[in-house]
């Protein structure tokens, strides 16, 4: 008997009408397909029936891959690795224009999800990702500014990307049932990224020195950053007693380029 393993978020889908729902936002047929955590093969087997060109499956609990590859064992089509999608080298993989599928474990979605907005080239091999997260996270990535939830993961998932669809799945839809419900975004890579942030890791640091103090005025942060923060808030056209969720992803994404240019040292 099979025991859940709850430290790797081994949620399964189970309910036939969201899988399909999921697996129809994209024609698959003759595409390549990647799927992250692909668990007991719910999502895959529905995959499968839509004959992509290929698909790539990475698992890390070490009896779910063996059970995968027992299964796929008759085909070319199929690559299925033991690993951790987080150390996964993603130059290691070769197609192009790919769908990606994700039911995350719920404790690194954001990182999971980082790591794919953080590619150096772009545009990107995939062309749509079609991620499920806890829906309190979800709420998070899709949130606009000046309202509670908008943060650091708004603002770097906006920068590469448009969120062009979601909708929410109830607990129920799972076994073992979580604690809470999810929800499906979609994303697709933007053609072109206005902005000239040379290291997206200074966006990072940016957005966590604005929101660690979430209350407080912006002021503190400039300070922080900038030796000319006035004159730099001038060019903004910023003023310094707003709060970080008052700002637009825009002015972060301007603010991150000029302290790339005229950053304390
Ligand atoms: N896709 C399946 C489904 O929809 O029923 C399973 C989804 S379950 C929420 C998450 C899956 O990701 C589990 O199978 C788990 O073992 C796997 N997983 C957890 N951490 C992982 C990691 N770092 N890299 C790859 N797979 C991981």
Redesign the pocket.
């Known amino acids: 008997m099979y025991k859940f393993?709850k430290s790797?978020?081994?949620?399964?889908?189970?309910d036939k009408n969201i899988?399909n729902k999921i697996i129809n936002i994209e024609n698959l047929y003759n595409q390549h397909v990647f799927?992250?955590?692909?668990?007991?093969?719910?999502?895959?087997n529905s995959i499968v029936e839509k004959k992509p060109k290929s698909i790539f499956l990475?698992?890390?609990?070490y009896s779910?891959y063996k059970i995968l590859k027992e299964n796929f064992k008759y085909s070319e089509k199929y690559k299925i690795l033991n690993?951790?999608?987080?150390?996964?080298d993603l130059n290691n993989y070769n197609f192009k224009e790919v769908i990606i599928?994700?039911?995350?474990?719920?404790n690194?979605s954001t990182q999971?999800l980082a790591k794919f907005i953080k590619i150096k080239s772009w545009p990107p091999f995939y062309k749509k990702i079609i991620f499920?997260f806890q829906k309190e996270v979800a709420d998070r990535i899709l949130a606009k500014p000046n309202t509670k939830n908008f943060g650091r993961i708004s603002i770097l998932a906006n920068l590469k990307f448009d969120m062009i669809n979601n909708f929410s799945i109830s607990k129920k839809c799972?076994f073992p049932e979580p604690k809470v419900d999810s929800k499906i975004i979609v994303f697709k890579p933007k053609d072109k990224i206005n902005f000239n942030i040379s290291n997206i890791e200074n966006l990072e640091k940016i957005t966590q020195i604005f929101f660690s103090s979430k209350r407080k005025m912006i002021n503190k942060a400039f300070i922080k950053i900038f030796k000319n923060h006035k004159e730099i808030s001038k060019i903004l056209n910023l003023n310094l007693s707003s709060r970080p969720s008052e700002l637009s992803c825009d002015t972060y994404y301007k603010i991150t380029e000029l302290y790339e240019k005229y950053k304390k040292n």
């Open positions: 393993k790797l978020g081994q949620n399964f889908l189970v899988i799927e992250i955590g692909p668990g007991s093969g719910n999502l895959t990475i698992e890390k609990d779910l690993g951790d999608i987080l150390k996964y599928f994700g039911n995350l474990p719920y690194i999971i499920m799972f």
